[in-house]
């Protein structure tokens, strides 16, 4: 009778969790040096043990530090410590920020915007049903808003209609910052406002002096032109300006007006903006002092900025520009998600190293060895990002940039819920969508003290931006904001295709 066989060897990828093998090589790695110093410290206690007191006061003498030695060294320590605390960057903290809810006489259902274009574009169906498919797909819900001027039947996008949103969405801003911060008007030391395709003269910065009567010697900066990433670049300016300045506040506008920039011609790549873009405004209120430190949301951790505007692809992708007829529009060209994601390589290769733990960078170094040396056509390792962040704010430009950074970034359908569920309740609000991405995370009572938070923001030119937030304290549940009336309905299921 033959033996029977041998039973077959387990399967260890499946008998062994290997997720808590890379648990314990991350621990390894990340805390290297801890490793290293613990045998030394252990080493140095024990001789401390063994020794007596007569050792070490023979140690002591043997030095022979006369009162010169102890007084240069002292002066040593002293300078040292002190040229370490004045050159040390200072911290930024965001103290609070407050978001523009649209009332809800300006919310557009997907019934009246397909009545508008039928009727404005009556002598183009196809031009018609080429907005119809943008708006089955495109992750918007039925409450966005656009501003009056744009509910006229044909839109009237005039130079007043455009001060009056400016001014709703902006005033509606700062009022309720002033309100949850106590900060008053006087007391504000820098202004940084963006706002890309309304640029009037007198500015918008000086349209918020004039308002709430600011100080004669405020530090005022008016962005334009820089597409939806312009709200970090506007951080970005609030902390350099910051460094400089200790002891001072900064307050940033992030916005964009919707009423001069409808477009009212046939071309399909410049229809695009009409069917994505919606009302929305944010202002942030940063500050270096110390005093602010304990009442702070975060804590500013990096911003990087990756500009492509060498290559021309890039720097043509998003522009404004007249059509045949002459209607002023912004064009999105076809390769546009090929150049973001471009520009997102480069940008997480910058920031990569300086938020990702040891073990992801380790890993990344070793797959960029195998492939430069051994075999070029393996896959390069793409870093867990998840390993440095909790939550992410990925710029609500539209359901193809959400849906192509979360396969990039591998990351999961709750990290991506943020995004999704403010482009579905308020649309492509352009600059301040992270900061109703943020305030959705807030809303859902998830933000924990420690919680690392990555804004990531594309723009024309080309640019991709990032941020990084340090959560200060657990933040609670609002009671008001954009979201206070709606969040428990959210999150919601939204279809690939909406019947309209």
Not at 66 to 92: E, Q
Not at 187 to 200: G, R, W
Request: proline share 7%; aromatic share 10%.
């Amino acid at each position: 009778m033959a033996e029977p066989p041998p039973p077959p060897l387990p399967d260890f990828s499946q008998s062994v969790k290997l997720k808590y093998v890379k648990l314990g090589y991350q621990y390894l790695v990340n805390n290297f040096l801890v490793f290293l110093l613990v045998p030394v410290i252990v080493a140095l206690t024990l001789e401390l043990i063994h020794s007596n007191p007569h050792d070490l006061i023979h140690l002591w003498n043997s030095m022979q530090f006369t009162s010169l030695h102890i007084l240069c060294s002292f002066f040593l320590i002293i300078y040292t410590l002190t040229f370490f605390l004045m050159s040390r960057p200072r911290p930024i903290y965001l103290v609070d920020y407050a978001l523009f809810k649209p009332p809800r006489s300006f919310r557009v259902s997907f019934g009246g915007f397909m009545e508008h274009a039928r009727i404005v574009l009556a002598d183009e169906p196809k031009s018609v049903h080429f907005q119809m498919k943008i708006l089955q797909r495109s992750g918007l819900g039925e409450e966005t808003c656009i501003p009056p001027a744009m509910h006229f039947i044909p839109p009237r996008p005039t130079m007043q209609l455009a001060r009056e949103e400016a001014e709703l969405v902006i005033f509606s801003a700062m009022d309720s910052l002033f309100q949850k911060t106590g900060l008053k008007p006087k007391d504000v030391d820098i202004l940084v406002l963006n706002c890309s395709l309304f640029s009037p003269t007198p500015s918008l910065t000086a349209m918020v002096i004039n308002k709430y009567k600011m100080r004669s010697n405020i530090k005022s900066f008016n962005l334009s032109g820089m597409g939806c990433s312009a709200g970090l670049i506007s951080v970005d300016l609030a902390k350099d300006l910051l460094q400089r300045y200790p002891n001072s506040n900064a307050v940033v506008i992030s916005t964009e007006i919707l009423t001069p920039n409808s477009y009212l011609g046939k071309e399909r790549a410049m229809l695009l903006p009409n069917c994505l873009f919606r009302m929305g405004g944010a202002a942030i209120l940063l500050s270096n002092r110390r005093a602010d430190r304990r009442r702070a949301k975060y804590r500013l951790a990096h911003v990087v900025r990756t500009h492509k505007g060498a290559d021309d692809r890039a720097y043509g992708c998003v522009a404004q520009e007249e059509d045949p007829e002459g209607h002023i529009g912004i064009k999105l060209n076809i390769d546009l998600m090929t150049i973001a994601g471009e520009a997102l390589k480069s940008n997480i290769t910058t920031i990569g190293p300086l938020v990702l733990p040891a073990s992801e960078q380790l890993l990344f170094a070793f797959s960029l060895i195998r492939r430069k040396f051994f075999n070029s056509k393996s896959k390069p390792y793409i870093p867990d990002f998840k390993q440095a962040f909790e939550h992410f704010c990925i710029h609500a430009g539209g359901r193809a940039v959400i849906d192509e950074l979360q396969k990039s970034l591998r990351l999961t359908n709750e990290q991506v819920e943020a995004s999704r569920m403010t482009l579905h309740r308020f649309g492509n609000t352009s600059s301040s969508s992270l900061w109703y991405e943020l305030s959705y995370i807030e809303s859902k009572g998830r933000m924990k003290k420690g919680d690392r938070v990555w804004q990531i923001a594309f723009g024309s030119g080309f640019k991709c931006n990032s941020a990084v937030w340090k959560c200060n304290r657990t933040i609670k549940a609002p009671m008001d904001g954009p979201w206070a009336d709606c969040i428990d309905k959210y999150p919601v299921y939204i279809p690939e295709i909406i019947k309209i």
